[in-house]
């Protein structure tokens, strides 16, 4: 019995370290200057390793978001080619991917909490699925527009 209290305690613990903005919904990620390109960035809802504390995302070693569990968040950059990272800031490159992103086009990165971590691009009409499942709007750090 006291196990059962404790897993559940521990449960509602992990749930109230996600993000807790606005729920996804196309309206909200917002429409796309033909001249930039948008970069979505999403954290699992329930990984197991580091769920306590935010992740950071980074474009071209930038930092641009940090993540709870159940976040999104989405940037523009210019056109072209992109490093496209997820690490602590001690480590920018801890996994990355690369991006040769096109005007007025979206592109979609998810990081799950996997052993070991995976942190892909993802097809639009997938993660649009997957994000319309529950998670919340966490604003970025900073915009990039290079």
Same mark, same amino acid.
């Given at each position: 019995? *006291?196990?059962? =209290?404790? =897993? &559940?305690?521990?449960?509602?613990?992990?749930?109230?370290?996600? $993000?807790? +903005?606005?729920?996804?919904?196309? %309206?909200?990620?917002?429409? /796309?200057?033909?001249?930039?390109?948008?970069?979505?960035?999403?954290?699992?809802?329930?990984? !197991?390793?580091?769920?306590?504390?935010?992740?950071?995302?980074?474009?071209?070693?930038?930092?641009?978001? #940090? !993540?709870? /569990?159940? +976040?999104?968040?989405?940037?523009?950059? *210019?056109?072209? &080619?992109? *490093? =496209?990272?997820?690490?602590?800031?001690? %480590?920018? %490159?801890?996994?990355?991917?690369?991006?040769?992103?096109? $005007? $007025? *086009?979206?592109?979609?990165?998810?990081?799950?909490?996997?052993?070991?971590?995976?942190?892909?691009?993802?097809?639009?009409? #997938?993660? #649009?699925?997957?994000?319309?499942?529950?998670?919340?709007? #966490?604003?970025?750090?900073?915009?990039?527009?290079?």
């Amino acid at each position: 019995m *006291t196990g059962r =209290i404790l =897993i &559940a305690l521990s449960m509602m613990s992990l749930v109230s370290c996600a $993000g807790n +903005g606005p729920r996804y919904s196309e %309206n909200l990620v917002q429409t /796309i200057p033909a001249n930039m390109a948008k970069v979505v960035f999403y954290r699992d809802v329930l990984p !197991l390793a580091g769920a306590a504390w935010p992740h950071h995302y980074y474009v071209d070693n930038q930092l641009v978001a #940090q !993540l709870k /569990i159940g +976040g999104f968040t989405r940037v523009l950059v *210019t056109p072209g &080619a992109h *490093t =496209i990272q997820s690490g602590p800031a001690s %480590n920018p %490159n801890f996994r990355s991917a690369s991006l040769r992103a096109e $005007g $007025g *086009t979206t592109y979609f990165f998810r990081e799950r909490g996997t052993v070991p971590p995976d942190f892909s691009p993802v097809p639009a009409a #997938q993660a #649009q699925h997957e994000l319309e499942s529950g998670y919340h709007y #966490q604003p970025p750090v900073v915009s990039v527009s290079r």
